[in-house]
């Protein structure tokens, strides 16, 4: 695969409305952290009820912020974004959780997010020119890890598939995503051959886990009336959930004002929302990165509604179909008028969804199911697509070194999360391999 319009003219050289666009986001998203609205770390998202409630300060809910983002940021959403051309939620998003969280009155909030939007948008760029300046241009290299992201993102269906109803009905699908694949490839040589696997997968999916709840649920109709059991009227937790479905909606002009401006962010076709959808973007192919990133909302759904009902805190990026509906638009003005109402419509249908998902425990099973299948895949993904761009840059010693750092980091209890070790690890090998060289220890490999 060849590196895309953005990856080959060295990216992150962003014209002044998308500069605008990331910033004033970032100002944003930044303020909802800091009113405990809106949060872009799922693992982030249960500790905001404590801190809304005061059980818990500014600084310890910061913490753990910073411990579940840290290696995301500086591991997956940089080297990502450096490699690809396109920025990432990682990058822009999670380090605004951190500000928006640690900040100590509501007006500085903004401010820090502001400025962390001009880091991006200008640090990033000169960062970039300076890496491919070296010697051992290892951003460059990093760009072979497309291939195997995008492929093997395929085959996430087939892996959730599998787990939750078995190996037979996982065969079933493996050899229909297959088959598409290999279709595709003959038939339709310009679309993404992935896409419509990918898409052959969620609906079986889906359609095995509603067909397993409507059989259960005519088991239960068989029953008799005492064998069901009844739910009560004072159920704590249906008065949270109610509680923060209507916190959450008294503040819908700032979560429509924050879908315009992620589906705008989308539709200048600078940011991906997922490692596959970066290059994707890179590579000008927006209509297939809408299907991936559209896919996989389906995974993340009902974590997001069932944390924002607990905890009161809403998605950055609500339940992520502005990322797709924002790839296909034509016109800003569109994206900000569109991206508006999808995050109206999610924030006013968030009671309700979170009752459909109580009435289907195997579609809840699905998303946990998908959302393990998709980690799975990204990581095996990353980290061959990471000895790839090693092989490329250093030859077997890159190997040696990007494959090392792996291990080291493994051993030593994941100090960097796993799907960011292998993107962290090249760009350590890089610099290490840089050192070489000038110590007249290396000489680089010939393109």
Request: aromatic content about 10%.
């Amino acid at each position: 695969m060849h590196p895309g319009p953005a990856a080959a003219a060295g990216g992150l050289d962003f014209p002044v409305a998308g500069q605008l666009t990331v910033i004033g986001l970032c100002a944003l998203t930044a303020y909802l952290a800091h009113l405990a609205l809106a949060v872009f770390n799922d693992g982030v998202r249960p500790f905001m009820l404590d801190f809304l409630h005061g059980r818990t300060t500014r600084t310890a809910t910061g913490a753990v912020s910073f411990g579940l983002s840290a290696g995301f940021i500086f591991g997956l959403g940089a080297p990502m974004a450096l490699s690809s051309g396109v920025l990432n939620p990682w990058l822009v998003f999670l380090p605004t959780d951190l500000l928006g969280i640690l900040a100590p009155r509501k007006w500085l909030a903004p401010v820090l997010g502001a400025a962390w939007g001009a880091v991006v948008v200008f640090g990033l760029k000169g960062a970039n020119e300076m890496a491919h300046e070296l010697p051992v241009d290892f951003l460059t290299a990093m760009q072979q890890m497309a291939t195997p992201i995008l492929f093997l993102f395929t085959l996430f269906p087939v892996l959730a598939i599998s787990k939750q109803f078995g190996r037979p009905a996982g065969a079933v699908a493996g050899v229909v995503e297959l088959a598409l694949v290999v279709l595709t490839m003959k038939l339709w040589p310009k679309v993404f051959a992935g896409a419509p696997a990918m898409a052959a997968g969620v609906l079986l999916l889906i359609g095995f886990a509603v067909a397993k709840d409507l059989r259960q649920r005519r088991t239960q109709r068989a029953g008799t009336a005492e064998e069901r059991p009844a739910v009560p009227d004072d159920d704590p937790m249906v008065s949270l959930f109610s509680a923060s479905a209507a916190r959450l909606r008294r503040h819908l002009p700032l979560f429509m004002a924050l879908g315009a401006g992620v589906c705008l962010l989308a539709q200048l076709h600078i940011f991906g929302g997922g490692e596959a959808t970066s290059f994707l973007i890179a590579k000008g192919r927006s209509a297939e990165a809408a299907q991936v990133d559209f896919y996989r909302a389906f995974g993340f759904l009902p974590l997001i509604a069932t944390t924002a009902l607990a905890s009161g805190a809403y998605g950055i990026a609500g339940f992520t179909f502005v990322y797709p509906i924002g790839y296909l638009l034509p016109s800003p003005w569109w994206a900000l008028v569109c991206g508006a109402l999808v995050f109206a419509a999610e924030v006013l249908a968030l009671s309700g969804i979170g009752r459909v998902l109580g009435g289907l425990p195997s579609v809840r099973d699905s998303s946990e199911q998908l959302r393990g299948a998709i980690g799975a895949t990204l990581q095996l993904a990353l980290l061959f697509g990471s000895l790839l761009a090693a092989q490329a840059m250093g030859g077997g010693l890159g190997i040696l070194l990007v494959g090392g750092l792996y291990l080291l980091n493994e051993a030593m209890g994941r100090v960097v999360v796993r799907t960011a070790a292998g993107p962290a690890a090249v760009v350590v090998g890089g610099v290490l391999l840089n050192v070489l060289y000038w110590l007249d220890l290396f000489t680089p490999l010939t393109s």
